[in-house]
């Protein structure tokens, strides 16, 4: 009888909560610029659905794919300033599209304004399970004595994984070919298929794998080991230097909207990461929830953007 009680007002609440949410007579709109699936939509739809209880308004999840996440980002930079459109967004959109592409139909400094972190989310680098090294340092040495450079696969030309790997070949003089794919999932099937040897990728989107048994880690590009990986070494300790990445993801509105709506989606957010049960979702998916202030977002773009385009300016990297 009491589990029935329960059960009863478990599902009232939430009646009430989607009720009161469609009587506001409001919908935000939460862009992602990525296809469904993906770990930037796992973790849209998670602060969705907590945003909306925290907002008083329905938050629903949209995807606006394509261009390394340039779609989305367009579509929300002219948008109507009103908070009716969010964009939950990767690095590469704010921080790296503009130093990617001669030209780009948005200016992340200009067109957005920022709201808070969502997610901090380290880069891991995966091989196959039959791969004889057991971390990075090993791999490297292997790729040294073979006559042909060893095969790794990114998620394209400029993306975070292709951009850690220049990073890693320059500190560690790994003998590497870049092999750049089309997202992120096609690669890390070709990495459990053999056809590539490797992979820098963020925790989230490979975290199953890895617990499944389908990918070893070898090494991690952050200052310090993951919670949900203690076993695995940083770079770092492994004798090769300067190899960090952080592929956070960000909240941003339309530039000009207002202040107060800013602060108010600010508190919203913090709330809903504040929530256990999202807190739990997030870091059992190796995300690490990080609520920001949006000046320290601002921040956080404006010196990604420097960092980012240096190396692509160095290696000459242009968008396919």
């Excluded at 469904?36 to 907590?50: I, K, M």
């Excluded at 095969?151 to 975070?160: C, E, L, T």
């Excluded at 975290?207 to 919670?227: N, S």
Aim: one cysteine or more; hydrophobic letters at 45%.
């Amino acid at each position: 009888m009491l589990r029935k009680l329960l059960l009863v007002f478990a599902v009232s609440t939430c009646l009430a909560a989607g009720s009161a949410a469609a009587q506001s007579g409001r919908t935000t709109r939460l862009i992602v610029a990525f296809p469904p699936g993906g770990p930037v939509d796992f973790v849209a739809r998670v602060l969705a659905e907590q945003l909306t209880k925290e907002i008083g308004h329905t938050v629903i999840v949209e995807n606006k794919a394509g261009a390394n996440g340039n779609i989305g980002a367009e579509f929300v930079a002219k948008a109507a300033p009103d908070g009716s459109v969010l964009l939950l967004t990767s690095v590469g959109a704010v921080a790296i599209s503009p130093a990617l592409y001669e030209k780009l139909p948005y200016d992340p400094q200009r067109d957005f304004a920022p709201v808070s972190v969502v997610v901090n989310n380290a880069t891991v680098f995966v091989v196959n399970p039959n791969n004889p090294a057991a971390n990075a340092a090993e791999f490297v040495a292997a790729t040294k004595q073979r006559k042909e450079s060893t095969p790794v696969g990114s998620s394209g030309v400029g993306s975070i994984p292709h951009l850690t790997l220049e990073l890693f070949a320059d500190s560690s003089k790994a003998r590497v070919l870049h092999v750049p794919y089309k997202g992120a999932a096609p690669v890390i099937t070709d990495v459990i298929g053999g056809q590539v040897s490797g992979f820098f990728g963020d925790l989230p989107g490979l975290i199953g794998h890895i617990r499944g048994g389908r990918l070893k880690p070898l090494g991690i590009a952050a200052a310090k080991r993951l919670p949900l990986l203690p076993q695995v070494s940083t770079l770092a300790e492994q004798g090769i230097a300067g190899v960090e990445s952080n592929n956070w993801y960000g909240l941003v509105a339309p530039a000009k909207t207002p202040p107060d709506q800013i602060d108010a989606f600010n508190r919203a957010v913090r709330r809903a990461l504040a929530a256990e049960t999202v807190r739990a979702k997030l870091i059992a998916a190796g995300a690490d929830p990080a609520p920001s202030s949006p000046e320290e977002l601002a921040a956080l773009i404006k010196s990604d953007a420097a960092k980012w385009a240096g190396i692509i300016k160095e290696k000459g990297i242009k968008a396919e």
